[in-house]
């Protein structure tokens, strides 16, 4: 019940997020990604450097979403939805691992972080 309340949350709180440098830059590549456009032979830039990230694998993964559509809010709302599969496995760990008051913990912590 705590993973839909955070999952609420969270999709809710893609209308307030930061879009800015960064996060505008990875959408435009990701979208022309996403339409064949082009195709990244590194990843993105490490914020306040010249340097790339190895690999272009992240803009494959936020292509997804905006293969869809081309609003930005469809990539946030991917990402939520990752972050809730990314809890729902913490809480899963936590409770196999040290057992079922440690899973509410993890999970009561995992809903007040909406964008861990």
Same mark, same amino acid.
């Given at each position: 019940?705590?993973?839909?309340? /955070? /999952?609420?949350?969270?999709?809710?709180?893609?209308?307030?997020?930061?879009?800015? @440098? #960064?996060?505008?830059?990875?959408?435009?590549?990701?979208?022309?990604?996403?339409?064949?456009?082009?195709? !990244?032979?590194?990843?993105?830039?490490?914020? @306040?450097?010249?340097? #790339?990230?190895?690999?272009?694998?992240?803009?494959?993964?936020?292509?997804? !979403?905006?293969?869809?559509?081309?609003?930005?809010?469809? @990539?946030s709302i991917f990402v939520a939805l990752c972050h809730?599969? /990314?809890?729902?496995?913490?809480?899963?760990?936590?409770?196999?691992?040290?057992? #079922?008051?440690?899973?509410?913990?993890? /999970?009561?912590?995992?809903?007040?972080?909406?964008?861990?």
């Amino acid at each position: 019940m705590l993973l839909v309340v /955070a /999952a609420a949350f969270r999709i809710w709180a893609t209308e307030h997020a930061r879009f800015t @440098g #960064d996060e505008s830059d990875h959408y435009a590549k990701s979208r022309r990604l996403a339409l064949f456009e082009h195709i !990244p032979a590194f990843g993105p830039s490490i914020t @306040g450097s010249e340097a #790339d990230l190895p690999g272009p694998l992240y803009y494959y993964f936020i292509a997804l !979403p905006q293969a869809l559509g081309a609003t930005p809010r469809l @990539g946030s709302i991917f990402v939520a939805l990752c972050h809730i599969v /990314a809890g729902w496995l913490l809480v899963d760990l936590a409770r196999r691992s040290r057992g #079922d008051r440690a899973a509410c913990v993890s /999970a009561l912590l995992f809903v007040c972080a909406p964008w861990d």
